[in-house]
Nanobody, 123 residues
Framework: QVQLVESGGGLVQPGGSLRLSCEVS????????????TSWYRQAPGKERELVAR??????????GDSAKGRFTISNAREYGKNNVFLQMNNLEPEDTAVYYC??????????WGQGTQVTVSS
């Protein structure tokens, strides 16, 4: 069973930093080579979900949403059969307040989502 578990959210002051983690557990029917990308999305109250950053299983360059460029960095690390995807967020602004979701897309365009982690930027 494919599982995505996000962590690392919380309350931070403007200008601060957070590092989100997404632990991706694959299954016997879905191997790493069958994955296409892992992304971070976010959704603020009353707004649509938007792409923050995406990293590809193949060695393509990551892509970032406009709000993340220059401030956020996505990375990944594989060990012990699990794939961890990180989102380093620096210079956070109140507008970054949202629930952040991790999403795995397979090579067959099937998406798996985590439950989300709340990020609140406030003084």
């Amino acid at each position: 069973q494919v599982q995505l578990v996000e962590s690392g959210g919380g309350l931070v002051q403007p200008g601060g930093s957070l590092r989100l983690s997404c632990e991706v557990s694959l299954s016997t029917s879905l191997t790493y080579s069958m994955t296409y990308s892992t992304s971070w999305y976010r959704q603020a109250p009353g707004k649509e979900r938007e792409l923050v950053a995406r990293i590809f299983t193949a060695a393509f360059s990551p892509i970032y949403g406009d709000s993340a460029k220059g401030r956020f960095t996505i990375s990944n690390a594989r060990e012990y059969g699990k794939n961890n995807v990180f989102l380093q967020m620096n210079n956070l602004e109140p507008e970054d307040t949202a629930v952040y979701y991790c999403c795995l897309r397979t090579t067959r365009d099937v998406d798996f989502w985590g439950q989300g982690t709340q990020v609140t930027v406030s003084s």
